[in-house]
Structure formats: structure tokens, C-alpha cells
């Protein structure tokens, strides 16, 4: 198993620009999640998916837009990056959105919005 | 409002000693702590998971604790090697299931 893949790996927008973060698993996991990354931050919660056809606002969502069309895919689309987007994001996952199943992060992917 | 403190922020320790690293919280209603270790440039792994009565969990050489009285957890980490240097995140998820609120991690670095 790839386990949670993430790509691309870096990306540098200028503001304005629109963009999609791809997220994918191969682990039938119904949860899947995006956070972001600050620095001097704990990592918080942008939006997330309890199942195919279904998702939620998280934390931070402004600024930010999911789909879930399928169990395995889970894009985070940036529709006009601000330089405050700037950030690492991370898509994670879990079998169900039970308060005890672990969650599997990927990558991450490092944006710079200019 | 929910809140989940590390200390200390930073740590350095010479190889194969023990260290531990603290969290307290103020998260309610609680559900569950997670430990998690994360590596430059990648994402979190999950260390343990400790529901309300549970008060010790280990997985390998690392030991977590809780207090859920005090509101308390301890990672310890016994025999230290290099590739122990990283963030440690302390993670608390409230009693709806889906909501974890992030410490901002100790990182520890671990030297010859």
C-alpha cells in the first residue's frame, strides 16, 4: 500500500492564482481530512470528508474548497491564494471518524503564495 | 477554550539516554490523547493513543502516560537513538469524535 499520497510536494503560486492540492489513499479509509501547518502552530483543521459525497467545514476553511467524488480522493482547492495561505498543508486519513482509529497523514505539500 | 500546551519547546540529549516530554490540556470534553512523531519534511505518524482509562501505553521504547484527573500526558522515550530526532505532537480529540486539537510539539534532537 502507498498508504496517503500527497502531490505536489511544493508549489509556489502568485496571489490570485488558483490552485488544487491532490490527496489520495489507497486504504479504503472512509475519513479523510486537510490540515495546514504554521509555524508556532499546532496544525488545524480546514475541511474534512466522513465519506464519498459528503464534506464539512473544519477549523479554517475559508479560502478553501474539497470535493470527495470517490472513497480514495480528496482535492483541496485554493480559489484565489492569499499570501496567509502560505503554509504546509497535509491530507490525513482514517478508517472511520471513530474517536479512536489512527489517523494516516501524507507528505505534506509546501505552498508560498507571493 | 480548548488548548493543548508542550513543554518544553526544544530539547537536545546525547544518545542513549532517556528523556521525557510534557503535555497538559484543557481540552473538554475529553476523549482520547494521541502522541504523534513527525520528521522534517514529513507528516505525523501516530505514536499511541490513550482513551480515559487508560494511564500507560507504550510501543517500543516510547511510553506515554496520562492523568486524565490532572489533565496531564508524558511521552518517554527510554535508550535514545539518532533517528528519534524529531517534533513530538501531543493531540487531543474532544468527546464528539472529530474535533483534535494540536499541541505545537517538542522537538527533540539527539546527539552523539
Known amino acids: 500500500n502507498a498508504g496517503v499520497t500527497q502531490t505536489p510536494k511544493f508549489q509556489v503560486l502568485k496571489t490570485g492564482q488558483s490552485m488544487t492540492l491532490q490527496c489520495a489513499q489507497d486504504?479504503?479509509?472512509?475519513?479523510m481530512s486537510w490540515y495546514r501547518q504554521d509555524p508556532g502552530m499546532g496544525l488545524r483543521l480546514i475541511h474534512y470528508?466522513?465519506?464519498?459525497?459528503?464534506?464539512d467545514q473544519g477549523e479554517v476553511p475559508n479560502g478553501y474548497n474539497v470535493s470527495r467524488s470517490t472513497t480514495e480522493d480528496f482535492p483541496l482547492r485554493l480559489l484565489s491564494a492569499a499570501p496567509s495561505q502560505t503554509s504546509v498543508y497535509f491530507c490525513a486519513s482514517s478508517y472511520s471518524d471513530s474517536k479512536t482509529d489512527t489517523q494516516y497523514f501524507g507528505p505534506g505539500t509546501r505552498l508560498t503564495v507571493l | 477554550k480548548n488548548q493543548v500546551e508542550q513543554s518544553p519547546q526544544s530539547l537536545i540529549i546525547l544518545e542513549g539516554k532517556n528523556c521525557t516530554l510534557q503535555?497538559?490540556?484543557?481540552?473538554?470534553?475529553?476523549?482520547?490523547l494521541r502522541w504523534y512523531k513527525q520528521d522534517t519534511g514529513r507528516g505525523p505518524v501516530s505514536l499511541t493513543i490513550?482513551?480515559?482509562?487508560?494511564n500507560t501505553k507504550s510501543n517500543g521504547r516510547y511510553t506515554a502516560t496520562l492523568d486524565a484527573d490532572t489533565k496531564q500526558s508524558s511521552l518517554h522515550i527510554t535508550a535514545s537513538q539518532l533517528s528519534d530526532s524529531a517534533s513530538y505532537i501531543c493531540?487531543?480529540?474532544?468527546?464528539?469524535?472529530?474535533?483534535?486539537?494540536f499541541g505545537t510539539g517538542t522537538q527533540l534532537k539527539v546527539e552523539l
Open positions: 470528508s466522513v465519506g464519498a459525497g459528503i464534506t
Open positions: 486504504m479504503n479509509h472512509e475519513y
Open positions: 493531540v487531543v480529540v474532544t468527546g464528539g469524535g472529530n474535533k483534535l486539537t
Open positions: 490513550m482513551t480515559f482509562s487508560e
Open positions: 503535555c497538559n490540556y484543557t481540552v473538554s470534553p475529553f476523549s482520547n
